[in-house]
C-alpha cells in the first residue's frame, strides 16, 4: 500500500477516554471527526480476538460516515485469570460503562482463584489493536501490548478503564496515578499507533 498521507480520519467509537487518548496521538494539523459529530451507534462486536473486533468496528464506521476511519480494540488479560477479560474487558462493566464494577469483578474472580493473591505478583497486560479502514476496502491492523501486573488496590483517577488497577512492568505507579503524557509514552494505544504513525 502507498503511504498517502491522511489529512482528515473519523475516531470510530463511543468511548470518551478511547476518543481523548487516540486524539492525543494524532497530529495536531489532522481534521478529527468523532461521534461527538455523527452520533452513530456503536456495532455489535462479534469478534473472538482484539484484532476482529477493531477491524469490525473500522469498517462499520467508514461505511457509515464514507470516510477514513481508526478504531481500538483493547482489552486487558490477566494471567491467573486464564487471561479473562481479554475481549469482554468493556462487557465487563455492565450495559452502563461502569469500571469501577468491572474492576470490583476482577477482584471478586482473583480471589476465587487464590484467596492470598494480594501478597503475590500478579502478571497482566493490556493490549490493543488499531485499524485504519479507508472507504475503498483498504484497511491495516497494528497490535500493541504493555506487560505488568495488577495493583491489589485501586488507585489514581487518571486515563479509563482498568488503568487504576495496572503497574505496567518497571514502574511503581498505575495508569491512573500517572501524568497522561507519561501514560501516552509507554502504553498499549501509543506502541500500536507507532507502527501506524507512517500514515499521518
Known amino acids: 500500500m502507498s503511504v498517502k498521507k491522511i489529512e482528515e480520519i473519523f475516531i470510530g467509537s463511543n468511548n470518551k477516554g478511547k476518543l481523548k487518548e487516540i486524539a492525543d496521538l494524532l497530529p495536531k494539523s489532522l481534521k478529527i471527526y468523532s461521534n461527538l459529530d455523527f452520533k452513530i451507534p456503536s456495532p455489535i462486536e462479534t469478534g473472538t480476538t482484539f484484532k476482529q473486533n477493531s477491524l469490525l468496528k473500522a469498517k462499520y464506521f467508514s461505511k457509515k460516515t464514507n470516510k477514513i476511519c481508526m478504531s481500538d480494540d483493547s482489552g486487558i488479560e490477566i494471567d491467573i485469570l486464564d487471561k479473562a477479560p481479554g ?36 502478571n497482566a497486560r493490556f493490549i490493543c489493536v488499531l485499524t485504519i479502514f479507508w472507504p475503498n476496502g483498504k484497511y491495516i491492523s497494528k497490535i500493541g501490548k504493555i506487560e505488568g501486573r495488577i495493583s491489589n488496590l485501586k488507585k489514581g483517577k487518571n486515563g479509563f478503564g482498568y488503568d487504576p488497577i495496572f503497574i505496567p512492568k518497571g514502574k511503581r505507579l498505575t495508569f491512573g496515578e500517572m501524568e497522561p503524557r507519561e501514560k501516552y509514552k509507554l502504553d498499549h494505544r501509543s506502541n500500536a499507533f507507532k507502527k501506524i504513525k507512517k500514515f499521518f
Request: hydrophobic share 35%; charged share 45%.
Open 87 to 122: 475481549v469482554f474487558s468493556a462487557d465487563w462493566s455492565g450495559k452502563k460503562r461502569n469500571f469501577n464494577l468491572a474492576i470490583k469483578k476482577v477482584y471478586r474472580e482473583i480471589s476465587k482463584k487464590d484467596k492470598n493473591w494480594k501478597k503475590k505478583k500478579l
